[in-house]
């Protein structure tokens, strides 16, 4: 039996409906799925930034502790420094003081006859020379009686004491109260850094 047109229209509209709703599915599903990628795709996105910015702030973190460090570092190096030098001042301030108080050691002509006695004698003893040169204050010369050279006796030597020399004035011991101080005062030294500061716990010799 031949379909009458009406029929065929009818068919043709069922299957245009079909195929719309078909293609309305289709398009649903296309668009739900690129959602869902795009969506993952922002997600990854998102998370490598989120890892970028960290790894960026950690990065700057430990930057920033580093250079706390050295700033840390550096400021107690100056002030070790600082301690240090202001060790050093106060030492040098108590040697100058005692230098300026040597002299006072020959104002007691007793005390400073015999010492002055066994500065020369000391000095005879180092050289071991039959003759020797002895320089000293003028105001010395008369306690000074031993056997000298014509060397010219001057008053160079500031506090007292001698400078003994061999006959041709190569070979020197110098017992000037100066020097006498210097060389007690850097033997001395470790003892006179523990009695005013303290022992230094990092120090592993004393000389």
């Excluded at 040697?95 to 005879?124: C, I, M, S």
């Excluded at 010219?152 to 506090?159: A, C, E, K, N, Q």
């Amino acid at each position: 039996m031949a379909l009458s047109d009406l029929d065929v229209q009818k068919q043709i509209k069922h299957m245009m409906a079909f195929i719309e709703q078909e293609a309305n599915e289709k398009a649903e599903e296309i668009d739900a799925k690129a959602e869902e990628e795009f969506n993952i795709e922002k997600g990854r996105l998102v998370q490598n930034q989120r890892l970028k910015i960290m790894e960026y702030y950690e990065k700057k973190e430990k930057q920033i502790e580093q250079q706390k460090k050295i700033q840390m570092s550096n400021l107690m190096n100056q002030a070790r420094l600082k301690v240090l030098k202001a060790r050093d001042d106060l030492l040098g301030d108590l040697l100058n003081e005692a230098r300026k108080k040597l002299a006072n050691l020959a104002q007691d002509p007793a005390e400073y006859q015999t010492l002055l006695e066994g500065l020369v004698l000391q000095g005879f003893y180092q050289l071991l020379e039959p003759m020797v040169i002895i320089r000293c204050r003028k105001e010395d010369l008369s306690q000074v009686q031993v056997s000298t050279s014509h060397h010219p006796l001057t008053d160079f030597i500031v506090s007292g004491g001698v400078e003994v020399y061999n006959c041709n004035g190569k070979i020197k011991v110098s017992n000037t109260l100066e020097s006498r101080l210097d060389l007690l005062s850097h033997q001395m030294m470790p003892e006179i850094r523990a009695a005013l500061f303290g022992t230094n716990q990092n120090r592993k010799f004393m000389d």
